[in-house]
């Protein structure tokens, strides 16, 4: 019987959702969505991320102001409980699914060596 790995992939999606780290993650979340400050500060990090991320990709030099406003938001951030235990369940997450890839990837890093 063949294996079909897009099922497998499917499968997997399912299981991330029921994972401790990713119900931790959406509880997380849920959390910076309710309390008005926590949402206002994280959307502004990630608005500061993502100008910063476009201008590196784009080989532009990131603005003193620029460095300043994301220092100043980064502050902040580390200042509120509710966002550093979301960036906590991110980080979480995020070393769950590079171990996964590590994993899924293990046949084609074994091909080039």
């Known amino acids: 019987m063949a294996v079909n790995i897009y099922d497998t992939a499917n499968q997997l999606e399912q299981e991330l959702r029921n994972t ?3 119900t931790t993650l959406e509880t997380a979340f849920g959390a910076v969505k309710e309390d008005e400050e926590a949402s206002r500060v994280f959307n502004e990090f990630r608005q500061v991320q993502q100008t910063i ?20 938001v980064s502050t ?12 906590e369940a991110e980080k979480q997450v995020g070393q769950m699914i590079d171990d996964i890839n590590q994993v899924v990837l293990k046949p084609v890093r074994e091909l080039y060596q």
């Open 20 to 22: 401790e780290e990713f």
């Open 53 to 72: 991320q476009q201008k590196q990709m784009m080989g532009q030099e990131i603005s003193e102001e620029e460095a300043a406003q994301a220092q100043e």
């Open 76 to 87: 902040k951030i580390s200042q509120n409980e509710i966002i550093t235990k979301l960036l």
